[in-house]
C-alpha cells in the first residue's frame, strides 16, 4: 500500500521560513523507469496549486513561478525503496497561507504535467501552513 508522510509546517511571521518534507513508501517500481513527488497547497476558495516537483532517478526539480528563488527542494533521493522529497520555504508571505500537499506518480517522471493534480493519483492528508504579517 502506498503511502505519504508528510511533516513539517506550522505558523510563522511573514519574512520567516520553514520547512516541509514528504517520505514516501509501499510503491512498486519498474526497472529503469523515473517517479515524481509534488508539493501542492490549497488555500479557501482557491485551486490547489503545484509548487514544487522532483524525481529522485535524474534529481530533476521544477519550481512554479509563484515560488522560485524563495522555495528550495533540498532534497529528492530514493533509498531503500523510499522516496523523500523536502522542501525549505523562505521569505513567507501571508499568501503562502494554505494546506500543503505531498503528491505522487511512480513509474512515470515529472515532466510536461507535474503541476496537474489530476495526473497524481497519491495524496498526503495535507499539513497547515499559515503565515501571518
Known amino acids: 500500500e502506498v503511502q505519504l508522510g508528510e511533516s513539517g509546517g506550522g505558523s510563522v511571521q511573514a519574512g520567516g521560513s520553514l520547512r516541509l518534507s514528504c517520505v514516501a513508501s509501499?510503491?512498486?517500481?519498474?526497472?529503469?523507469?523515473?517517479?515524481?513527488l509534488v508539493w501542492f497547497r490549497q488555500s479557501p476558495g482557491k485551486e490547489r496549486e503545484g509548487i514544487v516537483a522532483?524525481?529522485?532517478?535524474?534529481?530533476?526539480?521544477?519550481?512554479?513561478d509563484s515560488v522560485k528563488g524563495r522555495f528550495t527542494i533540498t532534497d529528492i533521493s530514493e533509498d531503500n525503496n523510499k522516496i523523500t522529497l523536502s522542501l525549505e520555504m523562505n521569505s513567507l508571505k501571508p499568501e503562502d497561507t494554505a494546506m500543503y500537499y505531498c503528491?505522487?506518480?511512480?513509474?512515470?517522471?515529472?515532466?510536461?504535467?507535474?503541476?496537474?493534480?489530476?495526473?497524481?493519483?497519491?495524496w498526503g492528508q495535507g499539513t497547515q501552513v499559515t503565515v501571518s504579517s
Open positions: 503528491a505522487a506518480r511512480f513509474n512515470r517522471g515529472c515532466g510536461g504535467s507535474w503541476s496537474d493534480r489530476d495526473q497524481f493519483p497519491y
Open positions: 522532483g524525481s529522485p532517478t535524474f534529481g530533476t526539480k521544477y519550481y512554479a
Open positions: 509501499g510503491y512498486t517500481s519498474r526497472v529503469s523507469t523515473a517517479h515524481c
